[in-house]
């Protein structure tokens, strides 16, 4: 339910504030009215007690013995009512009767009263029984019409009249009394306990309020660092969730990246030791080798170029084995390697290559400085090989980790789809710069072919 909902998001000190004070308000009726009632009861019976002892005292001497079931005579009628009617006592009392234990009125001041019987009230049973009654009200009995008529609360006072040798209550004195200033002392007494109950409550709940707000304010704050630990384990457990994805994804990549990498070498090997072995042996099949007319001189300088090609490919071989990184490509710019990769390819073919580097970046990793090595190289040896080296060209641009490298030429071109797939040249090229996140692109027909590729800046980071 939605106040249920509401409810329960507040704090435990609003919570207490809320159902505390509700409580405590309720608590504080029914004690005041209880304690109100009390005090009420014991003002109205103290005040009735006094106002009866006095009675008695004055009273008692003229009554004769009420053993008897007769109604009083004239004489004790004529006493009482000049004593009940003169000084203070007159003054005070309102109304004055006289009861049996029948419910028959022996004498009243109200003579159409006497002698007549009306029901035994509960007011009248407990004085019976020796009990003081006195109650502050608007007459209700049936034999008070006069007291009723003044329309104003009186003071009702039973008091048991004992005989003096048993103790027993062989008749009950009734009268009203105006009690004038009761009214007040009720009010005030009234108002007194009311605030002294309100003062205690109020303290209470105060106190308790202080003591729960401190509770609430500690709970909060452990409940607040609780939320930031089960957020922080939370993230925490995410974040292991990732890297336990990231780690079976490593371990499904690592049996190709194993084979990507066993292709690497094999493209190394193709696109490095094997282009200058192959050189050397399209040497020997060159006519100042073959023919014996050859002047030594020519011979021995064709010899020559055989041996340095060999012993590049050694030199690389032994390279690749130590882990395919060229030390003097790893401290060298784009400028340097192309440079190098181009004078060594004119040197071996006696081509010429157009070059046009513009190199502004910042230092590249290893890895792409290698590949735009090996690039460039394997580029030239093709456009060589199958373009008749035709107005071979090289571009390089390397502007803020953007890399493009561009290698041309004018011969008749090829049709790629006769590239076998097992074919370590291009494929491998393509491959190498796929894997560190580059783009490959080729374009030929009979115009030339011109192999391109390129790194952008963020993907050289990756």
């Known amino acids: 339910m939605n106040w249920l909902r509401r409810w329960n998001a507040r704090s435990l000190a609003s919570q207490f504030f809320i159902a505390g004070g509700l409580i405590s308000v309720a608590a504080m009726f029914v004690v005041g009215l209880f304690v109100s009632h009390l005090i009420e009861e014991t003002v109205i019976h103290n005040s009735g007690a006094a106002t009866a002892l006095y009675v008695d005292s004055v009273i008692a001497p003229l009554l004769p013995d009420m053993q008897t079931e007769s109604l009083l005579d004239e004489a004790t009628a004529q006493a009482l009512d000049e004593t009940l009617g003169q000084g203070a006592l007159g003054k005070r009392l309102v109304a004055f009767k006289l009861w049996r234990s029948d419910g028959t009125i022996l004498y009243s001041n109200e003579k159409e009263l006497v002698g007549r019987t009306f029901a035994v009230s509960d007011k009248l049973q407990r004085a019976f029984a020796g009990s003081l ?87 909060e704050a452990q409940r607040k660092d609780l939320k930031e630990r089960v957020t922080e ?49 399209l040497r020997l099949d060159s006519d100042l080798l073959i023919n014996a007319s050859t002047q030594p001189e020519a011979r021995e300088k064709e010899l020559a170029w055989i041996r340095s090609s060999l012993a590049e490919a050694m030199t690389e071989i032994r390279n690749i084995c130590r882990g395919l990184v060229l030390p003097h490509i790893e401290k060298s710019s784009i400028t340097e390697i192309v440079t190098r990769v181009v004078e060594a390819h004119q040197h071996k073919t006696e081509s010429h290559v157009e070059t046009v580097i513009d190199e502004d970046g910042p230092e590249l990793p290893p890895a792409v400085k290698i590949c735009v090595y090996r690039f460039v190289q394997e580029a030239l040896n093709n456009a060589y090989r199958h373009g008749g080296g035709v107005q071979q060209a090289v571009r390089a641009v390397s502007h803020k980790g953007h890399v493009r490298v561009e290698v041309s030429d004018h011969g008749d071109g090829f049709d790629p789809t006769e590239v076998r797939p097992t074919s370590l040249g291009l494929v491998g090229l393509r491959e190498r710069v796929d894997s560190l996140g580059g783009s490959f692109d080729i374009k030929t027909g009979e115009g030339g072919t011109t192999v391109t590729m390129i790194f952008e800046p963020m993907e050289v980071g990756e």
């Open 133 to 219: 009654v006195a109650r502050y009200e608007i007459a209700s009995d049936p034999e008070s019409d006069k007291e009723r008529a003044l329309g104003k609360p009186l003071m009702e006072i039973y008091n048991p009249v004992l005989q003096p040798w048993s103790g027993q209550a062989v008749a009950v004195l009734e009268f009203y009394e105006t009690a004038e200033g009761l009214g007040d002392s009720l009010a005030h007494a009234r108002l007194r306990s009311w605030g002294a109950v309100a003062a205690l409550t109020a303290t209470f709940f105060l106190v308790l309020s202080v003591l729960v707000f401190r509770g609430s304010r500690t709970i």
């Open 233 to 281: 384990l939370s993230a925490l457990l995410a974040e292991n969730r990732g890297l336990q994805r990231r780690l079976q994804r490593a371990s499904q990549r690592a049996a190709a990246l194993n084979e990507t990498y066993l292709r690497s070498i094999g493209a190394d090997l193709h696109d490095g030791p094997a282009q200058h072995i192959a050189y050397a042996s």
